[in-house]
Every structure is written in C-alpha cells, then in structure tokens.
C-alpha cells in the first residue's frame, strides 16, 4: 500500500473507533485523535536500538526516538501493523511482541505546529537481525545500554521525540538509576 493511500483509524475522546482518515491528511495543525502504536526494540545483548527520524519526515524531523512507531490500519490487527513497520522502516523481523505500555497516549506540538494526538499503545519487542534502515524514514540507527539512553533523554528531552520522552518515564526497561539527574555529578566533571 503506496503512503498516500494509507489509512488511520480515528478515535473519539473514549478510544472509540469513529472513522478513517487517509494518513496523509491527518497529521497538520489539527490532527484528530486517531490510533497509533510504538515499538522498542531489545538485541539479545539487552541494548535497545533507537533511530533518528529522516529530515523528510513531516513531524520531528532529525529527532531520535524509539525504534519505530506506526499505524494499524482499520482491518489491521496491531500485531500485524508491528511486523510490517519494523520490515518497512527498519528491514527487521522482530520477534517477541509483548505490550508495555497498553493505554499510553499523548498529544505534541513540533516547532512547525504539526500536532501529534494519539491513543498509542507501546510494545517491546526483540530481534537478532542487523536493521537496513529505510532512507525516507530512518536517518541514523544506533543500539544503546537502557541506562544510557534513559540518561540521555533526563539531560537532553529535546533531542528525543516527545512520545519517547514520555515513555522514559513509564517504562521499566528505562527507568534506571540517576536517569532523572540534570547535568553531571562532581565526580563525572
């Protein structure tokens, strides 16, 4: 299904399925609520892989964020729209899909005034597979330590998607001592 055909699912204030939208005309000032969803991804050494959205990409360009993110579409179990975004943006085959954060939701504004408004549900999954990043999607891939990353977005938010900042301080798997400190310790300067 070509970008511009795709559809979202859009909800009401409950969660309700109201509708479909084509995607390509829902994310602008005025972004209805509408179903999304948003993946971590774990190596087998534990290292968590983050990607650094594409410049051409509407909101948030050049930001980092989680490995993926994407929407079901309106006959699309979750599971299956996770599958085909992790091979779509990334080249991986994931395995493992469990949920983390079922009832997340969150709405942003970037600089450019685009809003995201989402209902999101965060899942974790894992893979063994090198990632082949999608150019238009993905500029930058990198696996890091949970810890490390978890400390890079309490010094740094704005660097990070506002969805991954707000997951941070949700999940376990980045909830790791000192990652709420400002700035370094005495030690470390």
Same mark, same amino acid.
């Given at each position: 299904?070509?970008?511009?055909?795709?559809?979202?699912?859009?909800?009401?204030?409950?969660?309700?399925?109201?509708?479909?939208? &084509?995607?390509?005309? !829902?994310?602008? #000032?005025?972004? *209805?609520?509408? /179903? +999304?969803?948003?993946?971590?991804?774990?190596? %087998?050494?534990?290292?968590?892989?983050?990607?650094?959205?594409?410049?051409?990409?509407?909101?948030?360009?050049?930001?980092?964020?989680?490995?993926?993110?994407?929407?079901?579409?309106?006959?699309?179990?979750?599971?299956?729209?996770?599958?085909?975004?992790?091979?779509?943006?990334?080249?991986?085959?994931?395995?493992?899909?469990?949920?983390?954060?079922?009832?997340?939701?969150?709405?942003?504004?970037? &600089?450019?005034?685009? !809003?995201?408004? #989402?209902?999101? *549900?965060?899942? /974790? +999954?894992?893979?063994?597979?090198?990632?082949? %990043?999608?150019?238009?999607?993905?500029?930058?891939?990198?696996?890091?330590?949970?810890?490390?990353?978890?400390?890079?977005?309490?010094?740094?938010?704005?660097?990070?998607?506002?969805?991954?900042?707000?997951?941070?301080?949700?999940?376990?798997?980045?909830?790791?001592?000192?990652?709420?400190?400002?700035?370094?310790?005495?030690?470390?300067?």
């Amino acid at each position: 299904m070509s970008v511009s055909a795709e559809q979202v699912v859009l909800l009401d204030d409950a969660g309700v399925r109201i509708g479909t939208a &084509a995607k390509s005309t !829902v994310h602008d #000032e005025a972004t *209805p609520l509408h /179903l +999304a969803f948003s993946c971590h991804v774990l190596g %087998p050494d534990g290292r968590v892989l983050v990607s650094r959205r594409a410049l051409g990409k509407r909101a948030w360009p050049g930001v980092w964020t989680n490995a993926f993110c994407g929407h079901p579409g309106p006959e699309e179990d979750t599971a299956a729209a996770i599958h085909r975004r992790a091979e779509f943006e990334l080249g991986l085959t994931v395995q493992g899909v469990t949920p983390a954060l079922p009832d997340f939701r969150y709405r942003a504004v970037d &600089a450019s005034g685009i !809003v995201e408004n #989402e209902i999101c *549900p965060v899942f /974790l +999954a894992h893979t063994s597979a090198e990632p082949d %990043p999608h150019p238009e999607e993905v500029m930058e891939i990198a696996w890091v330590e949970p810890a490390d990353l978890a400390g890079a977005i309490a010094r740094t938010p704005w660097a990070f998607s506002p969805w991954l900042v707000l997951q941070a301080a949700q999940l376990p798997l980045l909830a790791a001592p000192g990652a709420g400190r400002r700035g370094p310790t005495a030690e470390e300067q």
